[in-house]
């Protein structure tokens, strides 16, 4: 654990363990040291009192009297009288966490309990400038109400019972125990999703929320190409699931984007027809709302679909819509049907208390992981902190672009809420790749300034060791236009993808930082500099200039590799094939990039033509 802690990870705090090892792990890192004065636990004299805080664990009974938690029963008092109390114990220290105690769990929802609790914070500032509160497994809903009456230094939240890891509450830092939060309730949870934010673009009355205002559907192209940034990008036609739209309009502006961006769509898909045609048109997957039955979802591929479902929070585990309850548990709803849907999306319906029920979303993450099938939820996700928590969990967040947009939770802010790092300075190793051929450009650094300063000027922008931000070509002109940021599953690297321009990447004036590219990614580099600048003589150039004598070879090759005897004429062949083929897209100002995007739009078609030859190339062949 203090290992572990000298490598930036976990909350630096010390357990309630002997003087000797909160010494030793004091001296290893940890901020402080916490010793338990309830039971009479007297300030050792040997720690510094800057390093010291009273843990004073309490109840509150239904009648708004509190008490100490101790082992031997003890009277109940007033607020004041538990004030002169805690004073009393907590002389020597230089701050104050108290452990609240209630008979139910759902007696923190209680208004009386609640404002009780916000007038104790409230009066213990008088006798400590610094105040932890400690609420067991409290729902953030509550946690949220009592720091509207008093905002305490910092929540702690254990999830030793309901798996709840660190999440951010008004301002104030919920953290939990390393230990359970690395392994809560005993179970192991891996993140099995790559991308932590997926943001929502919700076509409704014909506009994009933004988080800037809002954008004319006509504008839905910009919007994709700024949130793309991150990944996947759901689009959800809303006016289409209100019945206001065909959403044929929104699908026309989409069909182009399909083929650039990985897209999901959903609102309004009723018919399987509907959901295969979209599929078809490239979507990466669809959202499945009310429809979503077994007849329907079968027919649909288990890897492309996503169904979506709502979880009303009074009743905890409920499958509803937006205005009606079914009585049904999500959890079963996931383990019936993962046999035939791969990814399930649970949005949160949250009539009272606001936030999420983490030990909800916990239950739903290990069903999921058990049914092979990933699980993103939606709803009132705020802070960093809630998505570093899901991601954890192995969930994905999806945020509307209406908050990802604004300042309250800027894109760059969500996106970073997940990176760890183990290096001393903070800065996370970033690989650099080529959009045009996937091939690594070089390894540099950024940290949370750079990132953000990144997707803001939409340029490979970095952090140099030695000379602080770093805008790639601002002072040799090879700049970089920023494609995608994404992560390693381990959340302690980035991947950049750029447009690379001007003579490259590296210092010395080449394209990479590992020497010279090969195969085709330097059959391409070649053929666009014939192309600029041809030498005399050049048979690539006569290509370029005879577009009839280019197409007979490509004819002749493509029969040569047809008609090849074996595998070493076969490569051979292919080869020449490869090479015209190369010239061919050049002349028309294709790269490697679009023909990449080409091949995965026409894996992601799910209605595949019968395939049989033109009938002019059968005639050849008899």
């Known amino acids: 654990w203090v290992k572990d802690l000298e490598r930036g990870k976990g909350v630096k705090i010390g357990g309630r363990t002997e003087e000797k090892k909160q010494r030793c792990g004091l001296k290893k890192g940890v901020s402080h040291a916490i010793f338990d004065v309830t039971n009479d636990q007297k300030a050792p004299s040997s720690i510094p009192k800057g390093k010291l805080l009273a843990l004073v664990n309490l109840k509150l009974d239904v009648s708004n009297q509190w008490s100490l938690n101790t082992t031997e029963p003890s009277s109940a008092t007033s607020v004041d009288a538990t004030i002169e109390l805690i004073k009393t114990k907590t002389s020597g220290f230089s701050g104050v966490i108290l452990g609240l105690e209630v008979a139910t769990k759902d007696d923190f929802a209680k208004d009386n309990i609640i404002s009780s609790m916000g007038a104790l914070l409230n009066a213990a500032k008088e006798v400590s400038p610094s105040i932890w509160l400690l609420g067991g497994d409290m729902p953030l809903g509550a946690m949220i109400k009592v720091a509207e009456i008093s905002e305490p230094t910092h929540f702690i939240r254990y999830p030793l019972t309901n798996g709840a890891a660190p999440a ?280 949370h300034e750079s990132i953000n300063e990144a997707i803001k000027r939409k340029r490979g922008t970095y952090w140099s060791r030695s000379r602080g931000l770093w805008v790639k070509g601002e002072t040799s002109g090879d700049v970089q236009e920023l494609v995608q940021v994404a992560m390693d599953c381990d959340r302690d690297c980035l991947l950049f993808t750029v447009k690379q321009a001007g003579s490259g990447f590296c210092h010395r004036h080449q394209q990479t930082c590992f020497g010279p590219a090969t195969g085709f990614d330097k059959l391409m580099a070649t053929l666009q500099q014939r192309k600029a600048n041809a030498p005399q003589g050049s048979y690539t150039k006569r290509l370029f200039d005879d577009q009839a004598l280019l197409r007979a070879k490509l004819m002749e090759e493509a029969t040569e590799l047809a008609d090849s005897p074996n595998a070493e004429n076969c490569a051979f062949e292919a080869a020449d094939l490869i090479y015209f083929a190369f010239v061919r897209c050049v002349a028309m100002g294709v790269d490697m990039s679009e023909i990449q995007k080409n091949l995965d739009f026409k894996g992601r078609k799910v209605h595949r033509r019968p395939g049989h030859a033109k009938p002019q190339f059968m005639q050849n062949q008899s």
């Open 168 to 447: 951010k509450v008004k301002g104030t830092l919920l953290t939990a125990d390393y230990n359970t939060r690395v392994q809560p309730s005993g179970m192991q949870y891996n993140s099995t999703n790559l991308q932590c934010v997926v943001p929502a673009l919700e076509v409704q009355n014909g506009s994009v929320p933004t988080g800037k205002g809002t954008s004319s559907v006509t504008d839905l192209a910009a919007a994709v190409d700024t949130f793309s940034v991150v990944g996947e990008v759901c689009v959800i036609d809303v006016d289409t699931s209100l019945g206001t739209s065909d959403g044929m309009a929104t699908r026309e502006i989409l069909k182009p984007l399909f083929k650039k961006y990985n897209v999901r769509y959903g609102g309004g898909l009723r018919t399987v027809d509907d959901a295969m045609n979209v599929l078809n048109e490239g979507a990466a997957k669809v959202v499945i709302g009310s429809a979503g039955d077994r007849d329907f979802l079968s027919q649909l591929p288990r890897d492309r679909v996503i169904l979506s479902l709502d979880a009303i929070f009074a009743s905890d585990s409920d499958v509803g819509t937006w205005t009606t309850t079914s009585n049904f548990p999500i959890t079963k709803v996931i383990t019936d049907l993962c046999d035939i849907v791969g990814h399930f999306q649970i949005t949160f319906l949250e009539p009272s208390l606001p936030g999420l029920d983490l030990s909800l979303v916990m239950k739903l993450a290990a069903t999921c992981k058990a049914s092979k099938a990933a699980l993103t939820i939606a709803g009132p996700i705020r802070t960093p902190q809630e998505i570093a928590t899901l991601d954890e969990m192995g969930v994905e967040c999806l945020i509307s672009t209406s908050i990802l947009g604004s300042p309250a939770l800027p894109l760059p802010t969500a996106i970073t809420a997940v990176i760890k790092t183990d290096r001393q300075d903070g800065l996370i190793p970033t690989v650099v790749v080529d959009s045009s051929n996937g091939r690594a450009l070089g390894m540099c650094y950024s940290n």
